[in-house]
């Protein structure tokens, strides 16, 4: 392989990437004891908006993020979120396909003080054919995705 065309190779391959942004809140309550995809277009009321590479699939009506390419990955999610009726921790995962999360990270929301931000993020061994899953659930009673709330996903080149 010549010099030139090495170099076309390697210049040329562009990242993948998904950008997911919440633009209209869910419905109150749609987020309860039990992990829910964050971006999922199933919860009433909520609209995103994405923009997303070739080689990933954004399933909107299950959540879920399938990689056609693998790699090393960077995730960010920026969840806004409001608690309803009690102060509660606030859980979130990052999962691959069926497997156990490779992400954890709680937020303890106060009622008072909500809606609230927090941001999580992670670095990750991608194979092709994966699905990603990003989801949350709350400690008891419910919790509602607010605008704002966003993922970039980012391949590391």
Known sequence: ??????????????????????????????????????????????????????????????????????????????????????????TFEMKLNSASAFYVGERQVNTGYDPVESTHQAVVSISADDVLHIQMKTASATATVIQGTSVIITEIT
Request: glycine share 4%.
């Open 1 to 90: 392989m010549s010099h030139k065309e090495l170099y076309s190779l390697t210049y040329n391959e562009k990242a993948s990437f998904a950008n997911v942004l919440c633009t209209t809140s869910s419905a109150a309550g749609v987020i309860g004891t039990s992990l829910e995809p964050i971006f999922d277009s199933d919860h009433t009321s909520v609209v995103f908006s994405n923009n997303v590479s070739d080689d990933i699939t954004f399933t909107a009506n299950a959540g879920t993020f399938t990689f056609a390419r693998a790699g090393i990955y960077h995730i960010v999610l920026v969840a806004h979120t409001q608690q309803e009726t009690s102060n509660q921790l606030q």
